[in-house]
Nanobody, 118 residues
Framework: QVQLVESGGGLVQAGDSLRLSCTASGRTSGTYKMSWFRRVPGKEREFVACIYWSSRSTDYAESVKGRFTISRDNAKNTIFLQMTSLQPEDTAVYYC???????????WGQGTQVTVSS
């Protein structure tokens, strides 16, 4: 089993920056990739960014490219999402996810709320 704990959410104004963290514990040795998703009430969960564990390559949703950066700290089994130039449409609950193979992520965190006021 793997446990994921997100932190760093909050209320900011448009144009501000925020950094989210997600720390994984438990059986993390088989990590294939870690990702960030977000969900707005009433809408489908949306992919935001991911980082592949062995290659360190990254992918981003078009809506956040150039504004968000995903990174990791291997020693702490932690990933980060640095969010800049935040806009009200970035308001959502942000979830961390861990996958042990290609395809849907197997483990999910509880989420952290990000609210961007205009």
């Amino acid at each position: 089993q793997v446990q994921l704990v997100e932190s760093g959410g909050g209320l900011v104004q448009a144009g501000d920056s925020l950094r989210l963290s997600c720390t994984a514990s438990g059986r993390t040795s088989g990590t294939y990739k870690m990702s960030w998703f977000r969900r707005v009430p009433g809408k489908e969960r949306e992919f935001v960014a991911c980082i592949y564990w062995s290659s360190r390559s990254t992918d981003y949703a078009e809506s956040v490219k150039g504004r968000f950066t995903i990174s990791r700290d291997n020693a702490k089994n932690t990933i980060f999402l640095q969010m800049t130039s935040l806009q009200p449409e970035d308001t959502a609950v942000y979830y961390c996810a861990l996958g042990t193979a290609p395809g849907p992520s197997a483990y999910w965190g509880q989420g952290t709320q990000v609210t961007v006021s205009s």
